[in-house]
């Protein structure tokens, strides 16, 4: 199959598998040759090889109505692997703030106000992409062992800054609530059909 084919096709996992395989022994370039795929397609399923490999290998991804952003949908999910593989939590907030950022790069040829990135439409772009909001199962946030440093440090840095910048004390306020990390993980995130989303 030498020339690129531009009709949109879905593939079984296992398919995707043997151009990944492919893919890797000769080259993303030689891939798009050979299957006649889109060399960003194959990028794209070679980032997510792992996630592939837990897949049934008999399933089909864009089942049902096709986005009408293909291109900004594919980086999209290239940005949640990512993420994913990193460990990261990803809720459909962040879903949603990312591909509003996306849409405003002019490769992808939307017009300003066309793409909203709703609520609606980010619950089609995950039921296309095998994605879901699960719930972690295990979650054991320790703190660090440099907390109360850390705590010592803030409380030294608010005062520099106060002497520095001589603050009025009635624009230096003290929360009395519950205090939660910066780098604090959600219990909830988005992941894909079989990924194990247990964090230690």
């Not at 798009?32 to 070679?46: K, M």
């Amino acid at each position: 199959m030498a020339a690129a084919n531009t009709k949109q096709q879905s593939y079984t996992t296992s398919e995707k598998l043997k151009i990944i395989q492919f893919a890797e022994q000769h080259g993303n370039h030689s891939a798009q040759r050979e299957f006649g795929i889109a060399e960003s397609n194959i990028r794209l399923w070679r980032r997510s090889k792992e996630n592939l490999e837990k897949r049934p290998r008999l399933q089909r991804a864009n089942r049902g109505r096709k986005g009408a952003w293909p291109r900004l949908e594919q980086d999209l999910m290239a940005w949640i692997t990512e993420k994913r593989n990193n460990g990261l939590a990803i809720l459909p907030t962040m879903v949603r703030l990312k591909a509003m950022e996306l849409s405003k790069h002019p490769q992808y040829d939307i017009a300003a106000g066309e793409f909203k990135a709703s609520k609606d439409w980010c619950q089609r772009f995950m039921k296309r992409n095998g994605l879901s909001l699960r719930q972690k199962t295990t979650l054991a946030q320790r703190l660090r062992r440099d907390y109360e440093e850390k705590i010592v440090q803030f409380h030294q840095f608010v005062l520099r800054h106060r002497r520095a910048h001589n603050y009025p004390l009635y624009l230096v306020a003290n929360m009395d609530e519950s205090p939660i990390q910066f780098d604090m993980p959600s219990n909830r995130t988005v992941s894909t059909i079989g990924e194990k989303t247990v964090t230690i």
